[in-house]
């Protein structure tokens, strides 16, 4: 349908008395038409030949046959692939005394995907006896997920499955016993029941009846304690259960309490907690087995647990991971946001149970090739062998798997992220603080190719989140190359609402300082206008789900300085869906964006609204994108904006695209209609730029 055509009906449907809500009902004639007329649109907009050259760029740029890194867990060591031409990996496994060359395929997840249009794994686990497998599928994506049960003697599937289920589970010791998290109505996992595999009966062991928290499941690293945690936005419960004996009554290990947060793990004969109860940066907490009530919900106090690491004024303690005679300690500075990896002794527990304070025979910070990067601790393997498994990444260095020497501090490279046609030498990143209108310094992070960055006046994209408590701590994108070798600058602006720079950084743009995110991303945005790093036309700004709403909430305050606005799956119409509890999440998310119900919590969000507050004037180039299955943001909050923004809309030559899918929240589960779907985005900030320069990276 040629392109007038489809304004024509455009503006047919916006005269038509048909009620916003209608929207809502999928299969509405109102809404029907509005989603094909935006799919026609989109269609007939779209720069093909660009995108396709965008997408073979993407599968071109790494190998497309790849295998993970091998782990042991128990008796075995654990590896994936994934062919030249396949969407889904396939999983291997051989006996740790063994050998490589004896490595059988145990799951084939191409065959699982056959059946279906999406494909999701939500957790999939080896029984701790290594003869099942348990695996929870979303074959939608609306997060519903099936529970089922490989024999892997067999490899026959048991005629035995859980559905609606949310994914999450665990099992027992006895390698029989699973624990598993129902949804109630609104998708929240408010019960944990216990199965035996193959029986018809299931108990309930655990109902959260507190409508803003959920349930989650998790063991700890010595494999002898099943958790189960209530969590809210602010707060944490845990529950343990010993993992030989399912069927005991839960024991509280540490109770709720108003804005007291903790992760917990176990070594030898002590837990281990990190928690914010004695201080927002948070502290380290042990207390020996013997101080539990094993026989009633009675939690040990506060004055039982033995405080090993105080908190900090400048430093938060991020994260922990416990080793026989290790520890590791994530910390992050709040005066830049910048996060570094420590590794002490982890001293033995004396006659009482108390343990000394540890580093003082090993203290070491490892080192990192790059300032602005992430190193993530990933799973220990099992049993413990006195090495840590790390991922290495920056804004210029592709991902690095590590195997550290705990010891000494060395490292060897397992594996690292190829990455063709590219050399990390011609990237240049900058780190800058840029002030915000109260004065806040925001961090800002920059990559381009050095010749670009030194000279400035080129397109430029800040990608922001700030929602949750979320870091957008440094990563390595091989798609983001594809701007890069086109001259654009990519900035990651660490806006408050993330914790980038600690707790305080996250309580400043949540609730009643939310606005404080938008004035972060307006600073930054009028900063490399200033830096002449940018032009209004040239800037774009890239944001998804809540970093939508930072988007569409920043946009409408100075739409004069933005020229291209890329928002996927936005939270857009937040007034809305908080003023609504039978929706999914909404009361869980009250901790975070307030609740309407308080008169200046509602007077706020009619402020910020990104839906209620487009300007009546000229708007920048958008593209939104939804999916008909997400249960986080409906499909019709997103699609009631893009008809709003129709209805706002003063430059006939820049009307908003929308594009809708199938899928949920997350997009395509198949890997090359991924890569087709990242095309799409990147052909859109392409196409949109008033002039592109590619650079050559030859």
């Given amino acids: 349908m040629p392109l007038t055509e489809i304004k024509k009906q455009a503006v047919n449907l916006m005269h038509q008395a048909t009620q916003i809500s209608d929207l809502e009902n999928a299969a509405h004639p109102t809404t029907q038409q509005w989603l094909s007329l935006a799919q026609q649109h989109f269609e ?89 497998l348990a695996i929870s599928l979303d074959t939608r994506g609306d997060e519903h997920y099936c529970l089922q049960i490989l024999d892997l003697e067999t490899q026959r599937w048991l005629d035995w499955s859980i559905d609606d289920m ?36 299931a108990h309930c062991i655990y109902q959260e009846t507190t409508r803003h928290f959920w349930l989650s499941l998790g063991r700890t690293l010595s494999r002898q304690w099943l958790l189960i945690e209530a969590s809210s936005k602010t707060s944490t419960e845990v529950h343990l259960l010993p993992a030989e004996q399912p069927d005991s009554p839960l024991c509280c290990l540490w109770p709720r309490q108003t804005d007291v947060e903790i992760s917990v793990n176990h070594q030898g004969q002590h837990f281990i907690v ?26 040990p106090t506060l004055k039982d647990w033995q405080t ?40 033995k527990a004396n006659q009482q149970g108390h343990i000394p304070a540890p580093g003082q025979s090993l203290n070491y910070v490892v080192k990192t090739p790059d300032d602005l990067c992430s190193l993530d601790i990933l799973p220990s393997e099992y049993p413990a062998n006195g090495q840590a498994r790390l991922v290495f990444e920056s804004l210029r260095h592709p991902a690095e798997t590590w195997s550290l020497s705990l010891d000494s501090g060395n490292h060897q490279v397992l594996k690292q992220q190829q990455v063709h046609n590219f050399d990390s030498a011609a990237l240049s990143t900058r780190y800058c603080s840029v002030l915000s209108s109260d004065g806040a310094e925001v961090p800002l992070l920059l990559v381009a190719r050095r010749e670009v960055l030194e000279n400035g006046h080129a397109p430029l994209v800040i990608y922001g989140y700030g929602a949750y408590g979320d870091c957008l701590d440094p990563w390595f994108s091989s798609a983001r190359l594809s701007l890069l070798d086109r001259g654009w600058i990519y900035a990651i602006a660490q806006v408050r609402g ?27 945005i009028r900063y490399v206008l200033e830096e002449k790093l940018t032009s209004p036309a040239q800037l774009a700004l890239w944001g998804g789900s809540a ?51 308080d008169p200046d919590i509602l007077a706020l969000m009619q402020q910020y609204d990104p839906i209620n507050n487009l300007p009546q004037t000229r708007l920048p180039e958008v593209l939104m994108t939804t999916g008909l299955n997400d249960p986080r943001v409906p499909y019709w909050q997103v699609l009631k904006y893009y008809v709003q923004w129709w209805t706002q809309n003063t430059d006939p030559q820049r009307e908003p695209l929308l594009y809708c899918q199938d899928e949920g929240h997350s997009g395509a589960s198949a890997r090359f209609e991924g890569f087709r779907e990242t095309a799409r985005l990147l052909t859109f900030l392409i196409h949109h730029q008033p002039s592109s320069t590619t650079v050559s990276t030859s």
């Fill in 308 to 347: 090993i690491i105080a908190p900090q004024d400048d430093i938060t303690l991020d994260g922990f991971q416990l080793h026989p005679e290790h520890l590791l300690i994530e910390e992050r500075s709040h005066l830049t946001g910048l996060c570094r990896l420590k590794v002490m002794d982890w001293p």
């Fill in 498 to 524: 993330g914790s980038e720079k600690g707790d305080q950084w996250y309580q400043a743009g949540r609730q009643q300082h939310k606005p404080h995110s938008f004035d972060d991303l307006e600073a930054c």
């Fill in 547 to 597: 970093g939508g709403l930072l988007v569409g909430a920043t946009l409408n305050r100075c739409p004069e300085l933005i020229g291209t606005a890329l928002m996927e799956v936005p939270f857009v119409d937040c007034l809305r869906a908080m003023q609504d509890p039978s929706l999914p999440l909404t009361e869980e998310e009250y901790e975070e964006w307030g609740n309407p119900s």
């Fill in 44 to 132: 007939s907009s779209r720069p093909k030949t660009l995108e396709d050259t965008l997408y073979t760029e993407l599968c071109a740029r790494q190998p497309l046959a790849d295998q993970s890194t091998p782990s042991r867990d128990g008796d075995w060591i654990y590896f994936s692939r994934i062919g030249e031409n396949d969407d889904y990996p396939t999983y291997w496994r051989y006996p740790a005394a063994g050998s490589a060359d004896q490595a059988q395929c145990f799951l084939d997840v191409r065959q699982l995907a056959a059946q279906h249009r999406y494909l999701d794994i939500g957790n999939m686990e080896t029984s701790p006896d290594g003869m099942k």
């Fill in 274 to 299: 990190l928690s914010n109860h004695l201080a927002r940066s948070c502290s380290l907490h042990a207390l020996p087995e013997q101080a539990l009530h094993l026989e009633g919900q009675q939690a």
């Fill in 166 to 201: 949310s994914g999450d589970f665990v099992w027992a010791g006895d390698s029989q016993t699973l624990l598993i998290t129902q949804l109630d109505d609104r998708m929240r996992p408010d019960s944990v029941w216990r199965h035996q595999v193959g029986q018809p009966e």
